[in-house]
């Protein structure tokens, strides 16, 4: 019988680490240094697909739809991170980007290895999200061929989501399933089969590429400013101040008193200062321009 893993690039060997056992520890950590350098280019050899994805999504997303991460083990974590970060980061309602992951949340800090086998179990498990044809769902795997996210973009595709996969081997298994499928080959890992290396670092940097990209089209950046930010600590409200005086040619004092009047939003107090209105009258402005700071502020 042959192993079906093996032809694999995730699962294949690194020449370059073969005796990393009898390796000094400066040696094994200029190896994986070197390795992770890799990961970038690998990515940027799929930005076209990733600029699909984020165009979907970002259309969707305007349309009232949401956006699903569904994944195992360390893809299942990943999901989960950038999914969770979205509220804070662009004041966007907890449902708009959400993670659906093997084992439940438990299995965040609970390896539940079984769980990835079950394709059922992903498809009933995104079910009840109660997917529409708005919606967008990225299955994530490594490998490519776990069966829990596969089993979820097979029911995405037969309620007219639309589909992504986010795989990290040519022609994943899954890839088949999804209308945008993103291959980011990364080569062999250090450790042979620790996806959590090289694999999980190129997930995460393309997951936060398609949801702040996806973001800065729904209008939640001013320029390159967080103007969404959900002032919700002392640490966040100083960054809005910041934020405010930055765009503005507020003081301090200024930035503190307007943000105060604007509920700690940004983007109205922003208005306020740039259009000197109140706070109904900068909410109108941007309600008129469908959030679009930059239009707001423009005089008529």
Do not use: W
Not at 87 to 110: E, I, N, R, S
């Amino acid at each position: 019988m042959t192993n079906s893993l093996t032809f694999l690039t995730t699962e294949q060997r690194n020449e370059r680490t073969k005796n990393m056992d009898e390796m000094t520890t400066a040696e094994i950590l200029k190896v994986m240094n070197e390795e992770d350098h890799k990961v970038a280019e690998a990515v940027k050899q799929v930005l076209p697909a990733i600029t699909k994805a984020v165009d979907h999504i970002s259309a969707s997303l305007k349309k009232g739809g949401r956006l699903f991460y569904v994944g195992a083990g360390t893809s299942g974590r990943l999901g989960i991170l950038d999914a969770s970060e979205c509220p804070p980061t662009f004041l966007v309602d907890p449902d708009m980007v959400q993670a659906v992951m093997a084992g439940g949340g438990d299995a965040f800090t609970k390896a539940k290895e079984n769980s990835e086998d079950n394709a059922a179990q992903g498809e009933t498990d995104l079910k009840a999200k109660k997917l529409t044809s708005n919606d967008v769902v990225v299955g994530i795997t490594a490998s490519g061929r776990t069966p829990y996210p596969i089993g979820a973009l097979k029911h995405a595709h037969a309620v007219g989501a639309y589909t992504i996969s986010l795989s990290c081997n040519n022609r994943s298994e899954i890839s088949d399933y999804a209308e945008c499928p993103i291959e980011v080959v990364v080569g062999p890992e250090v450790l042979t089969g620790s996806t959590r290396l090289k694999a999980a670092t190129a997930h995460k940097m393309v997951l936060n590429m398609m949801s702040t990209t996806a973001m800065v089209k729904l209008g939640k950046v001013y320029e390159n400013l967080m103007v969404d930010v959900h002032a919700s600590n002392h640490k966040l409200r100083e960054r809005a101040k910041s934020i405010l005086m930055e765009c503005t040619s507020a003081t301090y004092e200024e930035a503190e008193d307007t943000l105060k009047k604007a509920k700690l939003q940004v983007k109205p107090a922003i208005v306020m200062l740039k259009r000197s209105v109140s706070y109904e009258q900068a909410k109108q402005m941007l309600q008129a321009n469908e959030g679009n700071l930059r239009k707001a502020t423009q005089e008529s």
